[in-house]
């Protein structure tokens, strides 16, 4: 019973939260989808016990991007694939953030979608892949990093953590300091122009750092080709060095003037000296090899670390250039995107026809219309005020009870006291308010511009309706625990409604919005799933609908349903028929044939459910 309660409730729900975020909201269809404009729901899915959850936060979501996107620069900053992920990153944390500023438990409905995705898998682990696109390795940082700092969605945090790390790994350090710099930023974005512009100036410093890689690639290269031509050089050098000895060597075969015996005596000396020169070259020939091996190694270990460094920086200019020109498929899709085909995939669930939940429009404001209506009613508004707070008063008490001890001696009990009772102390306990929320719909469809006094050309239905609903409604909000509300249907020539008081506010500074207007049919359907999502909203924990109508509503299969999910809901209903019978519709009914008791029956109707709350 409970689940089928929901699903009753389910598109009465939603229809209160697109009131309370000021968007339109149909439920019905297969796909989750907004036009900028309202937002569709697909029909709540009995099977899945979390689709509720999901559904509000998509709600929340879709509704903060309708209330605070600006959809024209939104548009014009997806001119690449990596811009527009970071703009729709930048922008979903903007709007979640200042929706949940406006409404302060839209936080706990987007973590609730959050905590889902993380535990049915429907976030990709980063870092698993180990073929991941620098481009989605920046995008995820974002998502992961910004959801868990900024909106507090700390069922993230591990994922943040995981994508930083990727993000160090990939990344050059430069890119890596000046980027969290720029997030810095990222609470303090007013518009959707600053998300695209924050995102500019990350591909701006992307670029930046490309071209810094490039040009250390390019420096490191030089510097390696230097060191070649200075190696040739030195080898030339050598190789002409080696010639001049071949030289000198020739001029020593020649005869010169010295003596024959001096000749004899160097040739010994020089003898001599080589065998020393070989003996010591014997003994330090290992520690000459080692040396040679050593400085080899030396060079060879520098000239593999210039090579490491240059193909570093290359990869890194490499890695910072595939970002810039990422595609669709290199970037990750955008959260609710993933919420949207999860909504989508859930199996249809018969029960649920697509519901047009309507649009609220504001009433057409006469002050001085607005304040002769007051005028008229003011008068019998107070005497019914009067008799209804003295009733409910009176019926907030229990019948008293005699006690041993108490505050108050109720007199007519004292001659207990001479037989030894001593029950003289009368304690009454006084009930709670009627803490009830009523909503009147008045029917303002053309056929109420009809006399209902045919002597009196200016006496129509809709001005007595009108002025039995401003007179009821005056009543009411003088009660404690009593919260009232007043809508008009239809709006032209349309299914949308016209609240001309809604829960909360008070009548007289609304006077001038009493217009008695008249247009097209009866779409009781719509009308109903805006009064049931009004009362739903309120705190009040009683909720009455009462129906003051004149005519077969334009679709009475319609007008059973929300009818019977307004009962399953727990919603009250009344039907106030106008020279027309409601019991077909509704069970709690009556049919007023004079019109003038109108005022009176409200009354006693009002009277009634009060004192039975």
Same mark, same amino acid.
């Given at each position: 019973?409970?689940?089928?309660?929901?699903?009753?409730?389910?598109?009465?729900?939603?229809?209160?939260?697109?009131?309370?975020?000021?968007?339109?909201?149909?439920?019905?269809?297969?796909?989750?989808?907004?036009?900028?404009?309202?937002?569709?729901?697909?029909?709540?899915?009995?099977?899945?016990?979390?689709?509720?959850?999901?559904?509000?936060?998509?709600?929340?979501?879709?509704?903060?991007?309708?209330?605070?996107?600006?959809?024209?620069?939104?548009?014009?900053?997806?001119?690449?694939?990596?811009?527009?992920?970071?703009?729709?990153?930048?922008?979903?944390?903007?709007?979640?953030?200042?929706?949940?500023?406006?409404?302060?438990?839209?936080?706990?409905?987007?973590?609730?979608?959050?905590?889902?995705?993380?535990?049915?898998?429907?976030?990709?682990?980063?870092?698993?892949?180990?073929?991941?696109?620098?481009?989605?390795?920046?995008?995820?940082?974002?998502?992961?990093?910004?959801?868990?700092?900024?909106?507090?969605?700390?069922?993230?945090?591990?994922?943040?953590?995981?994508?930083?790390?990727?993000?160090?790994?990939?990344?050059?350090?430069?890119?890596?300091?000046?980027?969290?710099?720029?997030?810095?930023?990222?609470?303090?974005?007013?518009?959707?122009?600053?998300?695209?512009?924050?995102?500019?100036?990350?591909?701006?410093?992307?670029?930046?750092?490309?071209?810094?890689?490039?040009?250390?690639?390019?420096?490191?290269?030089?510097?390696?080709?230097?060191?070649?031509?200075?190696?040739?050089?030195?080898?030339?050098?050598?190789?002409?060095?080696?010639?001049?000895?071949?030289?000198?060597?020739? &001029?020593? @075969? %020649?005869?010169?003037?010295?003596? =024959? +015996? *001096? /000749?004899?005596?160097? $040739?010994? !000396?020089? #003898? &001599?000296? @080589? %065998?020393?020169?070989?003996?010591? =070259? +014997? *003994? /330090?020939?290992?520690? $000459?090899? !080692?040396? #040679?091996?050593?400085?080899?190694?030396?060079?060879?270990?520098? +000239?593999?670390?210039?090579?490491?460094?240059?193909?570093?920086?290359?990869?890194?200019?490499?890695?910072?250039?595939?970002?810039?020109?990422?595609?669709?498929?290199?970037?990750?899709?955008?959260?609710?995107?993933?919420?949207?085909?999860?909504?989508?995939?859930?199996?249809?669930?018969?029960?649920?026809?697509?519901?047009?939940?309507?649009?609220?429009?504001?009433?057409?404001?006469?002050?001085?219309?607005?304040?002769?209506?007051?005028?008229?009613?003011?008068?019998?508004?107070?005497?019914?005020?009067?008799?209804?707070?003295?009733?409910?008063?009176?019926?907030?008490?229990?019948?008293?009870?005699?006690?041993?001890?108490?505050?108050?001696?109720?007199?007519?009990?004292?001659?207990?006291?001479?037989?030894?009772?001593?029950?003289?102390?009368?304690?009454?306990?006084?009930?709670?308010?009627?803490?009830?929320?009523?909503?009147?719909?008045?029917?303002?469809?053309?056929?109420?511009?009809?006399?209902?006094?045919?002597?009196?050309?200016?006496?129509?239905?809709?001005?007595?309706?009108?002025?039995?609903?401003?007179?009821?409604?005056?009543?009411?909000?003088?009660?404690?625990?009593?919260?009232?509300?007043?809508?008009?249907?239809?709006?032209?020539?349309?299914?949308?409604?016209?609240?001309?008081?809604?829960?909360?506010?008070?009548?007289?500074?609304?006077?001038?919005?009493?217009?008695?207007?008249?247009?097209?049919?009866?779409?009781?359907?719509?009308?109903?799933?805006?009064?049931?999502?009004?009362?739903?909203?309120?705190?009040?924990?009683?909720?009455?609908?009462?129906?003051?109508?004149?005519?077969?509503?334009?679709?009475?299969?319609?007008?059973?349903?929300?009818?019977?999910?307004?009962?399953?809901?727990?919603?009250?209903?009344?039907?106030?028929?106008?020279?027309?019978?409601?019991?077909?519709?509704?069970?709690?009914?009556?049919?007023?044939?004079?019109?003038?008791?109108?005022?009176?029956?409200?009354?006693?109707?009002?009277?009634?459910?009060?004192?039975?709350?």
């Amino acid at each position: 019973m409970k689940n089928l309660t929901l699903n009753n409730a389910f598109p009465i729900v939603a229809a209160a939260l697109g009131n309370k975020f000021g968007v339109n909201v149909r439920v019905g269809g297969q796909d989750a989808y907004t036009d900028g404009k309202s937002i569709n729901i697909p029909a709540y899915n009995l099977e899945d016990p979390s689709y509720k959850d999901v559904a509000w936060g998509y709600l929340a979501h879709e509704a903060a991007h309708v209330r605070f996107t600006d959809m024209v620069d939104f548009r014009n900053g997806a001119t690449s694939p990596i811009r527009k992920s970071i703009v729709n990153i930048l922008e979903d944390i903007r709007i979640e953030k200042m929706m949940q500023e406006s409404y302060p438990g839209t936080k706990r409905t987007t973590e609730k979608v959050v905590e889902h995705l993380v535990k049915t898998g429907g976030f990709q682990i980063v870092g698993q892949d180990q073929n991941i696109h620098p481009a989605a390795v920046l995008s995820q940082l974002l998502l992961f990093r910004l959801r868990n700092d900024v909106l507090g969605q700390n069922a993230l945090s591990s994922y943040a953590d995981t994508a930083e790390s990727l993000l160090e790994d990939t990344f050059p350090v430069g890119a890596i300091t000046r980027l969290a710099g720029l997030l810095s930023e990222v609470p303090d974005l007013d518009s959707t122009r600053d998300c695209v512009r924050l995102a500019d100036r990350i591909l701006r410093m992307i670029e930046e750092e490309q071209e810094k890689e490039q040009e250390k690639a390019r420096q490191q290269q030089q510097s390696q080709d230097q060191d070649s031509d200075d190696s040739s050089s030195q080898s030339q050098s050598n190789s002409a060095q080696d010639e001049d000895q071949t030289d000198d060597g020739s &001029d020593d @075969s %020649q005869p010169d003037s010295q003596p =024959q +015996s *001096d /000749d004899t005596q160097d $040739d010994q !000396d020089d #003898q &001599d000296q @080589s %065998q020393v020169q070989d003996s010591q =070259q +014997s *003994d /330090d020939d290992g520690n $000459d090899l !080692d040396q #040679q091996s050593g400085q080899g190694n030396t060079q060879s270990a520098g +000239s593999s670390s210039d090579q490491s460094q240059d193909v570093d920086s290359e990869q890194l200019a490499q890695i910072l250039s595939s970002v810039l020109s990422a595609g669709e498929d290199d970037v990750p899709d955008d959260l609710f995107e993933a919420v949207q085909e999860l909504l989508g995939q859930q199996p249809r669930n018969a029960y649920d026809s697509d519901v047009d939940l309507p649009l609220a429009i504001d009433p057409v404001r006469n002050q001085s219309i607005g304040n002769a209506l007051i005028s008229r009613v003011l008068n019998e508004s107070g005497k019914i005020r009067a008799s209804l707070q003295g009733l409910v008063q009176s019926s907030r008490y229990d019948r008293p009870v005699n006690k041993r001890s108490g505050n108050r001696i109720d007199g007519r009990k004292l001659s207990r006291l001479v037989q030894g009772d001593s029950r003289v102390f009368e304690r009454r306990n006084h009930r709670q308010a009627p803490n009830t929320a009523i909503h009147l719909l008045v029917d303002g469809s053309g056929s109420m511009n009809g006399l209902y006094d045919q002597s009196k050309p200016s006496h129509r239905m809709i001005h007595l309706a009108m002025e039995s609903a401003v007179a009821l409604a005056l009543a009411l909000e003088g009660i404690s625990g009593v919260n009232p509300a007043v809508t008009r249907f239809p709006y032209g020539d349309t299914s949308n409604v016209v609240p001309l008081l809604k829960h909360g506010q008070k009548v007289r500074p609304n006077a001038a919005v009493f217009s008695a207007m008249t247009d097209g049919g009866t779409p009781l359907d719509s009308a109903l799933w805006y009064a049931a999502a009004s009362v739903l909203a309120t705190r009040e924990e009683r909720k009455v609908i009462m129906v003051l109508t004149d005519g077969q509503p334009d679709d009475e299969r319609s007008a059973k349903s929300i009818i019977h999910r307004c009962e399953a809901t727990g919603i009250e209903l009344v039907g106030i028929g106008i020279a027309f019978d409601t019991s077909h519709l509704f069970d709690n009914s009556i049919c007023i044939n004079n019109v003038s008791e109108l005022r009176s029956e409200l009354f006693r109707i009002s009277r009634d459910l009060l004192l039975a709350a």
